[in-house]
């Protein structure tokens, strides 16, 4: 009885997910989030299928392996089988398992044991499937958690056929930096403290990835990893294919200042330098930037030049700052919390200039921030939880900055 009530009132949240939520992305992810918690699972996907490469990629998926940029042939492996066959299929032993030899998530950071498997269809044709994965306490699922599933399902194929759902797919993409198995540990009284518990994400070539997550879950430690400002205690971070893991001092150096530019919510410029000459003191730390006058220009302070930050505002502050990141033409921009200080006209400013690095210059800007909401412009959002990617979804249609709202 306690379980007919948990999955009657799983359905129902994700009937007012579906049916209620204007937004079909997170729509779709939110239930997904609801299926993997109520069925206390480690991890989850929701594949669609590419009709022109006869491809499934993952739209959204959650749990400790990032699948963001993995495609799978449809009619291979369970997801491929599922979406082929149009059967839902419970997995109980996936090591064992004759139909594939291993999953996506077993080369991603998650040793897949059990999981469940439905088809996803618009009501004419079967367009991907619906994926859990391990349960937390090791027991196999049963035919009513796997009704639970059909159910969403079948839910969100009344909301696709109505609501529409245009995926696209684009190019695979090329990956900048990879995290793998990322642990980090600081001491900690007479131990040590565990911040970051196994990260596994790949950051691709132009693209705009914020990450999300509450006051001390490590996003701001995995960030720090990612740009040479902290080391890993065990795990490996490549980038470009070259082992950042443990760098010399001489390598780490090239490192910040070849490849990565860097954006604070204090915005560090010196005092007593106007703003050209902010941006010019880092330029000159590289064989190729790009002109400091230049610059300034992409933010629109070209005729802030000669001001010394005092003289400038909070938000004229923050895009010299972002000048001074992009002038020595870095593969990878970080940015920690760049608007947390701000109003929300200028935050929107600030916002459109990352906005036109990313999609104009081809920059890789990976953001920390607390607010959802500039989550709705990234290509990718990444949820950090506990030292764990807790989620990844894919933004089919990212806003721009001059729509976000709060």
């Known amino acids: 009885m306690v379980e007919e009530k948990r999955f009657t009132r799983a359905t129902w949240q994700i009937m007012e997910q579906l049916l209620e939520v204007d937004n079909l992305e997170d729509a779709l992810s939110g239930s997904l989030e609801i299926i993997v918690k109520t069925l206390n699972s480690e991890a989850g996907a929701i594949w669609f299928l590419d009709t022109k490469t006869d491809r499934l990629s993952p739209l959204f998926h959650i749990g400790p392996a990032d699948i963001s940029n993995i495609t799978v042939e449809n009619g291979l492996g369970i997801e491929g089988v599922v979406t082929k066959t149009g059967k839902s299929i419970i997995v109980e032993d996936a090591a064992n398992d004759s139909r594939f030899e291993s999953t996506v998530f077993d080369d991603n950071g998650l040793a897949a044991k059990?999981?469940?498997?439905?088809?996803?269809?618009?009501?004419?044709?079967?367009?991907?499937?619906?994926?859990?994965?391990?349960?937390?306490?090791?027991?196999?699922?049963?035919?009513?958690?796997l009704q639970l599933c059909e159910r969403m399902a079948s839910l969100a194929a009344i909301t696709i056929e109505e609501k529409g759902l245009l995926v696209?797919?684009?190019?695979?993409?090329?990956?900048?930096?990879?995290?793998?198995?990322?642990?980090?540990?600081?001491?900690?009284?007479?131990?040590?403290?565990?911040?970051?518990?196994?990260?596994?994400?790949?950051?691709?070539?132009?693209?705009?990835?914020?990450?999300?997550?509450?006051?001390?879950?490590?996003?701001?430690?995995?960030?720090?990893?990612?740009?040479?400002?902290?080391?890993?205690?065990?795990?490996?971070?490549?980038?470009?294919?070259?082992?950042?893991?443990?760098?010399?001092?001489?390598?780490?150096?090239?490192?910040?200042?070849?490849?990565?530019?860097?954006?604070?919510?204090?915005?560090?410029?010196?005092?007593?330098?106007?703003?050209?000459?902010?941006?010019?003191f880092i330029a000159e730390l590289v064989d190729n930037p790009m002109s400091p006058m230049e610059a300034l220009d992409k933010v629109g302070l070209k005729d802030k030049a000669d001001n010394y930050p005092a003289q400038l505002s909070g938000g004229q502050q923050q895009?010299?700052?972002?000048?001074?990141?992009?002038?020595?033409?870095?593969?990878?921009?970080?940015?920690?919390?760049?608007?947390?200080?701000?109003?929300?006209?200028?935050?929107?400013?600030?916002?459109?200039?990352?906005?036109?690095?990313?999609?104009?210059?081809?920059?890789?800007?990976?953001?920390?921030?607390?607010?959802?909401e500039i989550a709705k412009m990234a290509d990718r959002v990444i949820k950090v939880r506990g030292g764990k990617i807790a989620s990844i979804k894919k933004n089919m249609h990212p806003l721009h900055a001059k729509e976000l709202v709060w």
């Open 114 to 145: 059990t999981m469940i498997c439905v088809p996803l269809n618009n009501l004419h044709e079967i367009i991907g499937c619906i994926q859990i994965v391990n349960k937390k306490d090791g027991s196999l699922y049963d035919k009513d958690e």
């Open 168 to 280: 696209d797919f684009g190019e695979k993409k090329e990956i900048l930096a990879v995290l793998k198995d990322v642990i980090k540990e600081f001491p900690s009284g007479g131990g040590v403290s565990r911040v970051l518990k196994g990260i596994n994400l790949e950051i691709y070539k132009n693209e705009f990835v914020v990450v999300l997550g509450e006051s001390g879950c490590g996003k701001s430690t995995m960030m720090n990893i990612v740009g040479g400002m902290d080391f890993l205690t065990e795990g490996s971070l490549l980038v470009e294919d070259k082992d950042f893991s443990h760098p010399s001092d001489k390598d780490l150096t090239a490192f910040r200042r070849n490849y990565v530019g860097f954006i604070f919510q204090a915005y560090n410029l010196m005092p007593n330098l106007t703003a050209l000459e902010n941006v010019q």
């Open 319 to 372: 895009r010299v700052s972002i000048a001074r990141a992009i002038v020595k033409r870095p593969k990878l921009i970080l940015a920690d919390e760049p608007t947390a200080a701000l109003d929300y006209t200028t935050s929107i400013e600030v916002l459109g200039v990352v906005e036109d690095i990313v999609r104009n210059d081809g920059a890789t800007v990976m953001m920390v921030t607390h607010n959802p």
